[in-house]
């Protein structure tokens, strides 16, 4: 009898130990994200209007509503929970944007991304890592990810924001982080322009891991230094300094990569002129 006992005792206190949203069946469990991070999160999406928002994971679809409500995106909600998509669909029709919405009731891992600009979540951290790879294949570059508390491992975020909230349910210290990733485009490779006001060609050879890149610059018969460099989705940005002609110029190339091809502008500064010079560069096979 008393081990039976102490076996009853044992169970329960396991029980109370264990987090709330640790649910052995991989599931994530519906926690509601609050209305202010609900704004945060349509703050760094930028939702357009007419375009595609899916929300995985989307409880009592109060993201889904907002972003129809505000910014006119059409939204889908995917729960696993068909009680859960069945309010979401009252509240749409509540609030008026039945049209622009819909919810189903499907696994998360087999909804289809493609043609999507916008994606947010509030999921297990596990859960997070094991859609990167879906993310990549089936979104378009520039397009936008906001996660809810949990990151997407070596998948570095592009934006943060960190805020305070008494009405917090789960986690610590009553903060929730609100995390922006811009899908990349791929800028790997070696990539050749003409620029005639600048010294004619230059050469671009760029390693990339996500939107991190590592790029080496040569132009008329010198190396020069890469001050920096950023990849925000289709954008490119590089600030080269060096001699060209025996004259030094610091140098900002801007443009968009697209198709194998980078269209733009570039700035010069030779510390008397600051002239914007179109340019355009092309990926050698």
């Known amino acids: 009898m008393r081990k039976f006992l102490i076996s009853i005792l044992s169970c329960a206190a396991a029980l109370v130990s264990a987090p709330s949203w640790a649910w052995d069946d ?22 357009k209007a007419g375009e595609r928002l899916v929300d995985l994971g989307s409880g009592d679809g109060r993201i889904v509503i907002e972003a129809a409500k505000r910014f006119g995106a059409r939204g889908l909600g995917v729960d696993i929970d068909p009680r859960l998509v069945n309010l979401a669909r009252d509240r749409a029709k509540q609030a008026g944007v039945e049209s622009l919405t819909s919810f189903e009731v499907q696994d998360l891992f087999e909804t289809d991304l493609r043609g999507v600009g916008v994606v947010t979540m509030y999921l297990l951290p596990e859960v997070n890592l094991k859609l990167v790879p879906r993310l990549l294949a089936q979104l378009k570059p520039g397009a936008r990810i906001v996660s809810h508390d949990y990151d997407l491992g070596a998948w570095p975020f592009d934006e943060m924001i960190e805020l305070a909230l008494a009405e917090k349910m789960v986690g610590s210290n009553g903060r929730s982080r ?19 006001e600048l010294g004619g060609r230059w050469h671009f050879d760029v390693a990339q891991e996500y939107q991190i890149l590592d790029v080496q610059v040569r132009a008329g018969g010198s190396n020069m230094v890469v001050r ?11 600030v080269v300094t060096g001699l060209v002609g025996g004259k030094g110029y610091n ?20 510390g008397e002129n600051y002239k914007p010079i179109p340019w355009k560069a092309t990926r050698q096979p």
């Open 251 to 270: 140098t900002l190339f801007a443009g968009k990569v697209t198709d194998g091809r980078i269209h733009g502008i570039l700035r010069v500064s030779d």
């Open 178 to 196: 609100v995390f922006l990733w811009l899908v990349p485009a791929d800028a790997r490779g070696r990539w050749v322009a003409e620029v005639p």
């Open 228 to 238: 920096g460099a950023r990849l925000r989705g289709e954008e490119i940005r590089l």
């Open 26 to 47: 991989g599931m994530t469990p519906f926690v509601v994200s609050p209305d202010a991070v609900v704004e945060r999160m349509l703050y760094l999406a930028q939702p």
